[in-house]
């Protein structure tokens, strides 16, 4: 779960076929499409979209906003509650590279406690096809492949699954405009958002996202069998190369069981040359 727009898509869109999904979204009305491409069409005519097309729209806009970051770094506090309010911590680095033409590579090693030191998880996002992740346990010495079916679990006993701690693609999901609606001082822009992958543990995703600046505010996350499952939050909004808005706080609520997660970041670092070669999953073996 990268801490800048969440899953409203960050990469841009392939025009290539999707293996085993349908399209995203529907093309453009042609009123939208003169809109866009010629000034002297009234910008009412913005007004004929449907709410699929708006939603997906707000989506490449906001994907658009992020590209073009070409890697950073982060710190990274994890802060695990259960029903009972009791605490556990672990702390962690993390790394992602921008890859032109299909998805990002991301990477998060954890230093403490000591029982997790060196656990490291590696994603490899596409655009056409499922991501992939691989899992290094250090006290196995193995490298384990994150399985499609298995993306819903829990990633190291947290709220977040597996599938939340990767880096979205606008192409995965199909959108809805629902409303505009007050969130604190700001507008929020509220879309839903359906994924295309069966093997998603979320049958849609409701989000709250400011107006001007396209940041996730809030999601709603719902079940297979479409109950409210869970809720995340994000706050404490920075920008950084005067650009790239980044939260320093992920809030993710379990429902269900009452627990809950918190993602503390810092330190964010961008364009630090990081290369391809530290995102390899035989290089999960010398992570330090």
């Known amino acids: ?169 606008v192409e995965e999901y199909t959108y809805r405009y629902l409303r505009d609606e007050p969130c604190g001082s700001l507008t929020c822009t509220v879309i839903e958002q359906v994924p295309l992958d069966e093997t998603s543990g979320y049958s849609r995703k409701t989000v709250w996202q400011d107006a001007g600046e396209l940041r996730t505010f809030k999601m709603e996350l719902f079940d297979r069998k479409g109950s409210h499952l869970k809720t995340l939050t994000l706050k404490n909004y920075r920008r950084y190369l005067d650009r790239y808005w980044r939260a320093d706080e992920q809030t993710m609520e379990n429902h269900l069981t009452g627990a809950s997660t918190v993602l503390h970041w810092s330190e964010f670092r961008f364009r630090t040359n990081l290369s391809d070669r530290e995102f390899s999953h035989t290089a999960l073996r010398r992570v330090r």
């Open 1 to 169: 779960m990268f801490p800048d727009h969440a899953t409203t898509g960050r990469r841009r869109v392939g025009r290539g076929p999707t293996k085993g999904r349908r399209r995203s979204g529907r093309v453009p009305s042609l009123a939208v499409v003169l809109a866009l491409a010629c000034s002297c069409v009234p910008v009412v005519l913005a007004e004929e979209e449907t709410p699929e097309e708006k939603g997906l729209r707000i989506a490449r806009e906001a994907s658009a906003r992020n590209d073009g970051f070409e890697d950073f770094t982060a710190g990274l506090t994890m802060v695990l509650r259960d029903r009972h309010g009791r605490e556990s911590i672990r702390k962690m680095r993390f790394k992602v590279l921008e890859v032109r033409g299909d998805g990002d590579k991301s990477l998060f090693v954890f230093d403490e406690p000591r029982d997790v030191r060196g656990t490291a998880l590696l994603t490899h996002a596409h655009i056409n096809t499922q991501d992939e992740q691989w899992l290094f346990l250090p006290a196995l010495k193995r490298v384990k492949r994150i399985n499609a079916s298995k993306r819903s679990g829990s990633f190291m006993g947290s709220e977040f699954s597996y599938e939340d701690m990767g880096s979205p693609e």
